[in-house]
């Protein structure tokens, strides 16, 4: 007759064996069982410039490194900043003139990479705006007063001669499906607008009279901005993040079929042609393929935005996490098949 303390005694290790199995088998295939660390993204604007940032999400990139990021979208840069400085988000993706401005204010952020470095942006108006001449008197909207569409509309108004406030009335609407929407259909004249909503404008039969990004001047276009802070206690998520970023650009950059997924999917735009223009526009003309924040657009926004200050570029740029990845010859593995 077998003993109950030995039946009792078997199960008992059976149990404790079963368990150190399923407890082990994590570790033996190498997968973490910590649950992927928790980020939040904040971006400013529905943009092909957000290209990496999606992609990279949607491809399970971010995952990879083990995060868990979720994306959000909140128009106009002043608004996504305040979700920063609020802890609400641990990075934003907006213009550099709103990183400046709130550093200036006593914010302490840096911008840690940048993916573009043109002005990226279309003065589109009313088919009955001809020239900028006709733009006297009329409002002209921006996503956002002090954003990356104002500091660009500012740029145009110097070149005209026009005079904010007295010749020409400049308004914002938060987003730029909503700028498309009061240009078509509102008191707003003519509006910056940025890819793909300026295609779909000129579908609607709207007439375009800048190509900002023709101008050639030095715009740090689409930084990636956290607070010093978090950069300092958060050292190896911020690396991991950024690689998963840089893999995004790389999966831009070569993967045109999933990347025009991605782009329809975040933009709305089911138009084959325009979302093919938007992939020549972000995925190729423009997007750099080392994210580094360039000190001499920097240079630019600061010379528009600080008429009295000390200030350098140096003073909002970290870009120690991209070198410490170019020495390490990230990029060079990354983009190695590609060179074969």
Do not use: C
């Not at 939040?40 to 999400?57: D, E, T």
């Not at 020549?280 to 000190?295: A, D, R």
């Amino acid at each position: 007759m077998k003993s109950t303390v030995g039946v009792k005694l078997t199960t008992k290790l059976r149990a404790t064996l079963v368990a150190l199995l399923i407890f082990s088998l994590p570790l033996f295939f190498g997968v973490e069982r910590s649950a992927a660390a928790p980020v939040r993204v904040a971006y400013s604007s529905i943009s092909g410039a957000m290209g990496p940032l999606w992609v990279a999400h949607d491809l399970g990139l971010f995952n990879r490194h083990g995060l868990d990021v979720q994306l959000l979208y909140i128009g106009g840069g002043s608004v996504v900043m305040q979700a920063l400085l609020g802890g609400d988000v641990q990075f934003v993706r907006l213009g550099a003139n709103a990183v400046v401005q709130a550093s200036l204010r006593g914010a302490e952020m840096k911008m840690i990479a940048n993916t573009i470095n043109r002005l990226v942006f279309k003065l589109m108006a009313k088919p009955e705006i001809k020239t900028a001449a006709d733009l006297k008197g009329k409002t002209i909207g921006v996503t956002r007063l002090g954003g990356s569409t104002d500091f660009a509309l500012d740029l145009a108004l110097k070149k005209w001669g026009l005079r904010r406030g007295t010749d020409v009335t400049v308004v914002q609407t938060g987003g730029m499906p909503q700028l498309l929407g009061a240009i078509k259909s509102g008191p707003v004249a003519a509006g910056v607008i940025s890819p793909p909503t300026n295609l779909q404008a000129q579908k609607l039969g709207l007439r375009e009279l800048v190509d900002f990004g023709d101008l050639e001047i030095p715009y740090p276009n689409s930084p990636l901005a956290a607070m010093q802070s978090y950069l300092s206690k958060n050292h190896d998520l911020v690396g991991r993040f950024l690689r998963a970023y840089a893999e995004g650009i790389h999966r831009v950059k070569t993967d045109r079929n999933s990347t025009l997924k991605v782009f329809s999917k975040y933009t709305g735009v089911k138009d084959p042609e325009i979302l093919a223009e938007l992939y020549q526009i972000y995925g190729i003309k423009y997007l750099e393929t080392v994210p580094l924040v360039n000190s001499d657009a920097v240079d630019a926004v600061l010379q528009a935005e600080v008429k009295s200050s000390s200030a350098k570029a140096a003073d909002f740029i970290d870009n120690s996490f991209i070198t410490d990845m170019e020495r390490e010859g990230f990029f060079r593995r990354l983009y190695r098949q590609e060179a074969k």
